[in-house]
């Protein structure tokens, strides 16, 4: 996997994805903001508990037990204290054999939330950990497009593990911390009224339009708040230049 990291560029045309779905484009900076569409669907969610029997495997070595969850343009990985990769999920993985890996990481099941979706947000269903969530959409995946599951951060840790971005962006950081680790990736638009700052990079192209267009994924970010801190990070945000 490749760190790729590109100034967030926007214009008329320009939208990137940045509800949990990603189903639709949405004009970057536009008065609806992230709340554009649905992320957990407007309905009342039924929440069950995680069926997996899975539990963490104590290390020998703390040093080699899983500390970290990295969030990346082209999926999950998984580390441990010396930074080793133990475990890598893509996009299109079966959303059953990341939320075992997940399960067995953080040692603990997930909370289960099936939603009915929105006007242009598909039906799933959401594996929550703490900060960390997991959308499995119903719509079949078509790869290298449309990915099987999306991820939604809103906060520091799910169960026992720190998540972030590959670069470290993680909630509640501030701008000047996400602007050292991702510079110039940072843009100000208005909300409903509020300031907000939003940012894509790690930016990886999936393919490429019939009329030559990039089509891409990223790793999308917002700020709020005075002063603004990281409020949430969404992946894959794709931009297919609607």
Not at 24 to 29: E, L, R, S
Not at 127 to 137: Q, S
Not at 215 to 222: D, I, P
Request: proline share 10%.
């Amino acid at each position: 996997m490749d760190n790729r990291r590109t100034p967030l560029v926007l214009v008329a045309a320009f939208s990137v994805v940045i509800a949990l779905s990603f189903a639709g484009c949405m004009p970057a900076g536009s008065a609806d903001g992230i709340d554009a569409e649905p992320v957990i669907g407007s309905a009342t969610p039924t929440e069950t508990p995680g069926t997996s029997s899975a539990t963490a495997t104590p290390s020998a070595d703390p040093l080699l037990a899983p500390t970290t969850i990295l969030v990346r343009s082209d999926g999950l990985q998984i580390t441990n204290g010396t930074g080793d990769i133990l475990e890598s999920m893509g996009y299109f993985d079966p959303i059953a054999d990341v939320v075992a890996r997940i399960t067995t990481a953080t040692g603990a099941p997930p909370i289960v939330i099936g939603h009915p979706g929105g006007i242009e947000t598909p039906p799933g269903t959401n594996y929550v950990w703490d900060g960390l969530t997991l959308n499995d959409v119903d719509p079949p995946v078509d790869a290298p497009l449309e990915p099987d599951w999306y991820v939604r951060v809103e906060g520091p840790s799910a169960g026992g593990l720190s998540v972030s971005t590959a670069e470290l962006v993680a909630v509640g950081l501030s701008e000047t911390e996400v602007q050292a680790l991702v510079p110039g990736t940072l843009q100000s638009f208005t909300v409903s009224g509020a300031p907000v700052l939003d940012g894509t990079y790690d930016e990886l192209s999936v393919a490429t339009s019939s009329e030559g267009t990039d089509l891409t994924h990223s790793v999308f970010v917002r700020l709020e708040g005075s002063p603004a801190t990281v409020v949430v990070i969404l992946a894959p945000a794709k931009n297919y230049g609607v």
